[in-house]
């Protein structure tokens, strides 16, 4: 019985590891260099964390689940690119955001695109390939979606 709880106990702390080593940027420049170097396109995540109800939601229903974090891993280089209403940030951050979000035309949040980039004399080139939001439905519905635009299929 001892093993048994011990085996459980190491998969549970498999899982809860894997999570946590989910790395999210919030510098883009960095991000891009990893997604180049890596050959993974950007996840970028517009959100609201602190003011946002469907951001929070998404949060907890998909992108701090053991299945988001393995597609992730193999499939994405993550960004998150936060709008928040009482937590502080750097002006540097809010002024990369703000930059981004004209640039993306983002107007709602939650909103997740990914892209490609590159890099070129100092400026960020972006190639976009799809956008999402909230999906209900949980990890796998919201998977499905994302696999499509990342790995859209060849008719």
């Not at 517009?46 to 003011?51: K, L």
């Not at 981004?100 to 980039?117: D, K, M, V």
Request: glycine share 8%.
């Amino acid at each position: 019985m001892k093993k048994i709880f011990l085996i459980t106990l190491f998969f549970v702390g498999a899982f809860v590891a894997q999570a946590q080593e989910l790395k999210w940027h919030t510098d883009v420049k960095e991000a891009v260099a990893i997604s180049n170097k890596e050959k993974k396109p950007l996840l970028l995540f517009f959100t609201g964390s602190d003011w946002c109800g469907w951001c929070i939601r998404l949060q907890n229903e998909v992108l701090k689940t053991p299945e988001f974090s393995k597609w992730a891993s193999e499939n994405v280089i993550l960004v998150e690119l936060d709008y928040p209403r009482r937590t502080a940030q750097t002006p540097e951050i809010k002024n990369q955001n703000a930059e981004l979000q004209q640039a993306f035309g983002i107007q709602g949040f939650p909103t997740i695109y990914f892209t490609s980039a590159e890099s070129k004399e100092g400026k960020v080139n972006f190639k976009g390939l799809g956008q999402t939001g909230y999906v209900s439905g949980g990890p796998a519905a919201w998977l499905t979606v994302a696999e499509q635009i990342v790995h859209p299929k060849k008719s």
